[in-house]
């Protein structure tokens, strides 16, 4: 699936419903859903993983739906050329640094 | 950019670190980046906005290849036959419940 097939899923889905919530509300689900991962992989639950890993992302791109930014062309412009800290495809960034 | 290609190119990228600093300690770079995401939001800065968003969604991508999760097999288990709550294309749940 494409990023921008997934996100337009997602604004098909739920963006009536976004708008209406905001996008600092609608923060707050995405953090709710963080939680959940942060306790799947805390209790190495791999089954629950999966759906917290899917929930994650459909939260942070109704997030980007809400504030109108298309993830597609945002990853591209940050990782599309290698890595942002040393421009490498393979990151030769030290440990410590980002990313 | 498929949701897969953008999975395997980070973990190209990034997956030696990531594997060496273990998911726990990636998970707190994730959280950084949630951080400044949420200060992108706050502060309205448009241009900042898109840069986070990459970055969030990198080091999510960048979690998941640490745990062994496929990020698109997850989305369309989770919300390829519609939304997991009310299970339509354009979601009916009330606004009050997930999601």
């Not at 494409?2 to 600092?24: C, P, S, T, W």
């Amino acid at each position: 699936m494409h990023i921008q097939e997934f996100q337009r899923l997602i604004e098909a889905m739920y963006l009536a419903k976004d708008r209406n919530r905001g996008v600092e509300r609608t923060f707050l689900w995405f953090m709710e859903e963080v939680g959940e991962l942060a306790e799947a992989i805390r209790t190495r639950d791999a089954e629950g993983l999966i759906g917290e890993f899917a929930d994650v992302l459909a939260w942070l791109t109704t997030i980007a739906n809400v504030a109108g930014v298309d993830l597609t062309a945002a990853v591209v412009r940050k990782y599309g050329s290698g890595c942002p800290g040393c421009g490498r495809f393979e990151c030769t960034c030290p440990d410590a640094g980002k990313p």
